[in-house]
T-cell receptor, first 113, second 114 residues
Framework: AQSVAQPEDQVNVAEGNPLTVKCTYSVSGNPYLFWYVQYPNRGLQFLLK??????LVKGSYGFEAEFNKSQTSFHLKKPSALVSDSALYFC???????????FGKGNQVVVIP | SAVISQKPSRDICQRGTSLTIQCQVDSQVTMMFWYRQQPGQSLTLIATANQGSEATYESGFVIDKFPISRPNLTFSTLTVSNMSPEDSSIYLC???????????FGQGTRLTVV
């Protein structure tokens, strides 16, 4: 079975400071890993993905994430947070060969001006 | 990326009635997915809809409650039947990228059952 854990409920960060949103996963085989962002009253927007290759992946709006196989983690990072980054962030995993996408519970990010 | 249009964007419905949600994609796709996001919760997959075959439902979801149509490769509908307040959620339609990796989502249908 595949699953995702996002241990924190809310992440508060001051504008301009580094932002990290944590994600760990569990799969039987090799994973596809994703981050999505959801703004109020909107659907989910794709941020970035890890499929294969370089463990550090870069995505939209200056976000990046690092795949760490030994720690089964895929933490989302941004060097300098903006107030407009305040939103709900979801980590998701899909085991190769499996059509189902498993989501974490989501993290509310609040960037304080 | 795919452009996905969902209608309606929101609705308030009386308990016991049914609502049909439409999902239109700007390109042909093999699989379409329907998710539910209950208030303050994550996304849960309801079913996978393939054109020309019956939808595949996840555990806890049944066809009588959530009938799905998939008449062609760009369109699907999800009906929420005999609604109760517990059905109040955001319902999202999703498709895969052309390389079958990331998922794209519609803007969702916010349903409130009173």
């Amino acid at each position: 079975a595949q699953s995702v854990a996002q241990p924190e409920d809310q992440v508060n960060v001051a504008e301009g400071n580094p932002l990290t949103v944590k994600c760990t996963y569990s799969v039987s085989g090799n994973p596809y890993l994703f981050w999505y962002v959801q703004y109020p009253n909107r659907g989910l927007q794709f941020l970035l993905k890890y499929i294969t290759g370089d463990n550090l992946v870069k995505g939209s709006y200056g976000f990046e994430a690092e795949f760490n196989k030994s720690q089964t983690s895929f933490h989302l990072k941004k060097p300098s947070a903006l107030v407009s980054d305040s939103a709900l962030y979801f980590c998701a995993v899909r085991e190769r060969g499996n059509n189902r996408l498993a989501f974490g519970k989501g993290n509310q990010v609040v960037v304080i001006p | 990326s795919a452009v996905i249009s969902q209608k309606p964007s929101r609705d308030i419905c009386q308990r016991g009635t049914s609502l049909t949600i439409q999902c239109q994609v700007d390109s042909q796709v093999t699989m379409m997915f329907w998710y539910r996001q209950q208030p303050g919760q994550s996304l849960t997959l309801i079913a996978t809809a393939n054109q020309g075959s019956e939808a595949t439902y996840e555990s806890g979801f049944v066809i009588d409650k959530f009938p799905i149509s998939r008449p062609n490769l760009t369109f699907s509908t999800l009906t929420v039947s005999n609604m109760s307040p517990e059905d109040s959620s955001i319902y999202l339609c999703s498709v895969r990228s052309s390389d079958n990796t990331e998922a794209f989502f519609g803007q969702g249908t916010r349903l409130t059952v009173v």
